[in-house]
T-cell receptor, first 112, second 116 residues
Framework: AQSVTQLGSHVSVSEGALVLLRCNYS??????LFWYVQYPNQGLQLLLK??????LVKGINGFEAEFKKSETSFHLTKPSAHMSDAAEYFC??????????FGQGTELSVKP | EAGVTQFPSHSVIEKGQTVTLRCDPI?????LYWYRRVMGKEIKFLLH????????ESGMPNNRFLAERTGGTYSTLKVQPAELEDSGVYFC??????????????FGNGTRLTVT
């Protein structure tokens, strides 16, 4: 069975600082991994995804994530946080049948 | 292109009442999904339609929940009778194809359901 664990329900960074949101997964098949973002009063928006190929994946708004099979991790990073990055971030894995299994979410706060 | 539309955006009902949530997927998207997030918990899968057929309804909590997608266009999710634990945000998503993720899911803004 697949599962996702996001470490830290709340992360706070200063504007301009590195953003690191942690995600570990468990999957019995080669995983397809995703990061979604939810801004206040909006739906979930796809940030980036890993399916096959290059393990470093670049997404929108300057975010990227690296798939590390040996560590079963898919951490999300951004070199320099912006105030507009404040949102809730969700890591997800798709199972054999194709449905998404989400982590519990990490709320990112950005301090001026 | 118009995105996935859900309504109502908010619904407050009393325990025992009935509520119907509606989702309009992106035009041409055969795949439609319902997910739910109960407060403080992760977003959980409820069910998946391919056109008008239920492909997977393994996440439906119990028989108080009924989902339909007549004609393969919009979908409704009815909760009857509603219980307190049904409170949460219900998300709908659609995609054009499904191959484990190459065709991304587009999510609606969700319906926040509060059962009092």
């Amino acid at each position: 069975a697949q599962s996702v664990t996001q470490l830290g329900s709340h992360v706070s960074v200063s504007e301009g600082a590195l953003v690191l949101l942690r995600c570990n997964y468990s999957s019995s098949v080669p995983p397809y991994l995703f990061w979604y973002v939810q801004y206040p009063n909006q739906g979930l928006q796809l940030l980036l995804k890993y399916t096959t190929g290059a393990t470093l994946v670049k997404g929108i708004n300057g975010f990227e994530a690296e798939f590390k099979k040996s560590e079963t991790s898919f951490h999300l990073t951004k070199p320099s946080a912006h105030m507009s990055d404040a949102a809730e971030y969700f890591c997800a894995v798709s199972d054999r049948a194709g449905k998404l299994i989400f982590g519990q979410g990490t709320e990112l706060s950005v301090k001026p | 292109e118009a995105g996935v539309t859900q309504f109502p955006s908010h619904s407050v009902i009393e325990k025992g009442q009935t509520v119907t949530l509606r989702c309009d997927p992106i035009s041409g998207h055969d795949n439609l999904y319902w997910y739910r997030r109960v407060m403080g918990k992760e977003i959980k899968f409820l069910l998946h339609f391919v056109k008008e057929s239920k492909q997977d309804e393994s996440g439906m909590p119990n028989n108080r929940f009924l989902a339909e997608r007549t004609g393969g266009t919009y979908s409704t999710l009815k909760v009857q009778p509603a219980e307190l634990e049904d409170s949460g945000v219900y998300f709908c998503a659609s995609s054009q194809d499904w191959d484990r993720g190459n065709s991304p899911l587009h999510f609606g803004n969700g319906t926040r359901l509060t059962v009092t």
